[in-house]
């Protein structure tokens, strides 16, 4: 079992950064690729990004990608995702998974968080 947890989410305004970390319990986070989805409101969860085990590949969503930037330290069983040039439209609850594949889809991961809110006004 793993257990994590989120934190690190806020208001803030357009423009602005965070930087959502995930913390891992249980079992070290080496052994999973993690991954970051989000839902907002109304939607369904869509995924954000995926850090390989080792950190040396990562896949984002083209909504985010050159403004968010997911990394790990396994040595912490720890995954951050930092978050640039926020926009009112990446308000949403996020949550990090852990699972076997690397992968877009939220049934590739056993294990999940509780979820950060992250709301962005303009």
């Known amino acids: 079992q793993v257990q994590l947890v989120e934190s690190g989410g806020g208001l803030v305004q357009a423009g602005d950064s965070l930087r959502l970390s995930c913390a891992a319990s249980g079992r070290t986070l080496g052994w999973f690729n993690m991954a970051w989805f989000r839902q907002a409101p109304g939607k369904e969860r869509e995924f954000v990004a995926v850090i390989s085990r080792s950190g040396s590949s990562t896949d984002y969503a083209d909504s985010v990608k050159g403004r968010f930037t997911s990394s790990r330290d396994n040595a912490k069983n720890t995954v951050y995702l930092q978050m640039n040039k926020l926009k009112p439209e990446d308000t949403a609850v996020y949550y990090c998974?852990?699972?076997?594949?690397?992968?877009?889809?939220?049934?590739?991961?056993?294990?999940w968080g509780q979820g950060t809110q992250v709301t962005v006004s303009s």
């Open positions: 998974a852990a699972g076997n594949g690397y992968s877009r889809y939220y049934d590739g991961y056993n294990y």
